[in-house]
T-cell receptor, first 112, second 116 residues
C-alpha cells in the first residue's frame, strides 16, 4: 500500500528555533510537495521538488527552505520559526504524469 | 494561471439528503480536476479525479462529480448523505503541461456537516 509518512504529528517549538519537518515516500515518486493548511485558506504550496536536489518555490516560500538529498525524502526547514508559521503542514508525492498526489497525515506545528 | 473557487465554506445536510458541494475552476489549458476529503486530524484522501476521459466521474463512498466545460464547474454530489461523510472537502486543479509537475491549486475547502 502506498505510503507517505511525516516525522511528527504534533510539534511545539519556540520563536527563533530552527525546525525540520521530514517527509518520506515509498512509491519511488519523482515529485514531492510541501503545503501549509490554514482554516479558510485551503492548502497553499510552499515548495516542491521534481527530482533529487531540484526544488522550486511555490506560492508562499518566504521563511522556508527545503532539502531533497534522496528521492524518497523531502525536508522542510524553518530557519527561524515565527508565530505566524503555526499551522498544519502536509507533505505529498506524485509520479511523472499529472495524476493524483498522495498525502501524509500532516504535522501540526505550534510556535510559541 | 489556474484557480479554484469552492462556493460555501460550510454546508449542512440531514442524513439521507442530497449532498452538493460546488467547485468552479479557471484554467487556460485543459484541466485535470480532483476532489479530496480530509477527516479530522488526518491527511487528504482522493475521492475522485477527472483526467479528460468521461465527464461523469464516479469515486469512492458513493460520490460522483460531473465536469462541465461550458460552466467551468466540477461539482461533487452524493444522493444520500451518511453521518460518516462529515469532513472537509477540497477541490483541486492541475494541468498536463511540461512544467506543471503535477502541482495542484486547491480551493478553500468546504466543511460538510451531517445532521441525524
Amino acid at each position: 500500500d502506498v505510503k507517505v509518512t511525516q516525522s511528527s504529528r504534533y510539534l511545539v517549538k519556540r520563536t527563533g528555533e530552527k525546525v525540520f519537518l521530514e517527509c518520506v515516500q515509498d512509491m519511488d515518486h519523482e515529485n514531492m510537495f510541501w503545503y501549509r493548511q490554514d482554516p479558510g485558506l485551503g492548502l497553499r504550496l510552499i515548495y516542491f521538488s521534481y527530482d533529487v536536489k531540484m526544488k522550486e518555490k511555490g506560492d508562499i516560500p518566504e521563511g522556508y527552505s527545503v532539502s531533497r538529498e534522496k528521492k524518497e525524502r523531502f525536508s522542510l526547514i524553518l530557519e527561524s520559526a515565527s508565530t505566524n508559521q503555526t499551522s498544519m503542514y502536509l507533505c505529498a508525492s506524485s509520479g511523472t504524469v499529472p495524476t493524483r498526489q498522495y498525502f501524509g497525515p500532516g504535522t501540526r506545528l505550534t510556535v510559541t | 494561471a489556474q484557480s479554484v473557487t469552492q462556493l460555501g465554506s460550510h454546508v449542512s445536510v440531514s442524513e439521507g439528503a442530497l449532498v452538493l458541494l460546488r467547485c468552479n475552476y479557471s484554467s487556460s489549458v485543459p484541466p485535470y480536476l480532483f476532489w479530496y476529503v480530509q477527516y479530522p486530524n488526518q491527511g487528504l484522501q482522493l475521492l475522485l479525479k477527472y483526467t479528460s476521459a468521461a465527464t461523469l466521474v464516479k469515486g469512492i463512498n458513493g460520490f460522483e462529480a460531473e465536469f462541465k466545460k461550458s460552466e467551468t464547474s466540477f461539482h461533487l454530489t452524493k444522493p444520500s448523505a451518511h453521518m460518516s461523510d462529515a469532513a472537509e472537502y477540497f477541490c483541486a486543479v492541475t494541468y498536463a503541461g511540461g512544467t506543471s509537475y503535477g502541482k495542484l491549486t486547491f480551493g478553500q475547502g468546504t466543511i460538510l456537516t451531517v445532521h441525524p
